[in-house]
């Protein structure tokens, strides 16, 4: 920042492109060619953070009363977004291996039989937010075989591909299709820095032509200021070594969540073991609200995310949390499971207690079983 001040401060505190400077796309095409993708310039846009790229693809795409497809749970900084485009969001399930394409399949197919179809899917294939699970391959080649049959656009949102602390990486959908028919969403908020909020969208002609429009009316560009920032940083060359620093951290703290689940949370509760990214998903049984269990928490000075935030009807995953191990160190992570153990514990055998029930450990479930649940918001509510 020194350097940009003396350097280039006239520039940096002006306007940019609307899309963005030349060279952060260049820097952008680096990050995704880490991952095996080779996206063109001028299909590339600069946002401000990834969460400005799903609104102006939200924008550009949806009307009210169009039908978007996305994963059971769901980021929740996505359900604020379908929400205010008064979209009729329908939910899929998901297991261990990432979203039931069988049951998207047969959602289209339901849709196409009353004449309709979904302006698109979304989702976060890679250690998902908020389950932390990923997409198998085979199930994302499907995913793309199914866009391609049905001409639906995908969204792919992948903040958090390059964290992977153990087995294999998968290959993104938008390698797997070309670019034809995935929107890519990217973001530099986990691999440097979220108060920058550089992001990006890579995205079809046509479709990035509405969304430069879009970002004009929001807008105009993004931080150059932030932009040059990020500039300075990829041209020292060490971006790739400071994100293999960050595995080693986050892997750590993952290990040191997963183990004090293991040794604080009741035999009732289940929980992912995600592979990378920052999440865990844990599933508690069906008479513990989360809500409710976090005003309690939070008088113990912990907080979690309630699993009805991931859900656009807001009606389920009242049993579920999400919790985030990228933030807090080792120790801070083991006494902050602790004490929502301590907490849920309570909670467990006031229960028993009342009930008299003692109920075993159920296996491990991302999302209720059942039929798949659409949503639409009401007209001029978010």
């Not at 004009?216 to 990829?234: K, R, V, W």
Request: glycine fraction near 8%; charge should be negative; hydrophobic fraction near 35%.
């Amino acid at each position: 920042m020194t350097r940009i001040a003396q350097e280039s401060a006239a520039e940096a505190l002006q306007y940019g492109p609307t899309e963005g400077f030349d060279e952060t796309k260049a820097a952008v095409r680096m990050v995704m060619e880490a991952e095996g993708m080779s996206p063109e310039p001028e299909d590339i846009i600069v946002t401000t953070g990834g969460q400005q790229a799903l609104d102006l693809i939200a924008k550009t795409l949806v009307d009210p009363g169009d039908v978007v497809v996305c994963e059971a749970p769901t980021y929740p900084g996505a359900v604020p977004v379908f929400c205010s485009y008064e979209a009729e969001t329908h939910q899929v399930p998901m297991d261990d291996d990432g979203m039931r394409v069988d049951q998207l399949e047969e959602l289209c197919e339901r849709l196409a039989s009353e004449g309709r179809k979904p302006k698109f899917i979304y989702s976060v294939p890679s250690f998902q937010n908020p389950a932390g699970v990923t997409l198998s391959l085979e199930r994302r080649r499907r995913l793309v075989e199914l866009a391609h049959m049905r001409e639906i656009l995908v969204i792919e949102d992948n903040p958090y591909g390059l964290l992977r602390y153990e087995g294999e990486a998968q290959a993104p959908l938008y390698q797997l299709d070309g670019g034809d028919y995935v929107i890519y969403v990217g973001t530099l908020s986990k691999i440097l820095s979220p108060g920058i909020r550089i992001g990006w969208a890579v995205a079809p002609p046509p479709v990035m032509e509405k969304i430069a429009l879009g970002k004009q009316a929001t807008d105009l560009c993004t931080s150059t200021l932030s932009q040059y920032f990020a500039l300075e940083y990829f041209g020292e060359g060490r971006w790739r070594d400071y994100i293999g620093s960050l595995r080693e951290i986050y892997r750590s703290r993952r290990d040191a969540m997963l183990e004090a689940l293991d040794r604080h949370f009741p035999p009732q509760a289940t929980w992912t073991r995600p592979h990378g990214g920052l999440f865990v998903w844990a599933t508690l049984p069906d008479y513990i609200d989360t809500s409710d269990l976090l005003a309690k928490a939070l008088r113990e000075n912990v907080a979690f995310v309630p699993g009805a935030a991931a859900y656009v009807d807001g009606r389920r995953g009242s049993n579920s949390m999400r919790l985030n191990f990228s933030a807090s160190t080792a120790d801070e992570i083991r006494e902050g499971v602790r004490r929502i153990g301590a907490v849920l514990s309570e909670q467990v055998q006031l229960y028993e207690t009342i009930t008299s029930e003692h109920r075993l450990p159920q296996p491990a479930q991302r999302e209720p079983s059942g039929d798949v649940v659409p949503f639409r918001a009401p007209r001029g509510e978010a």
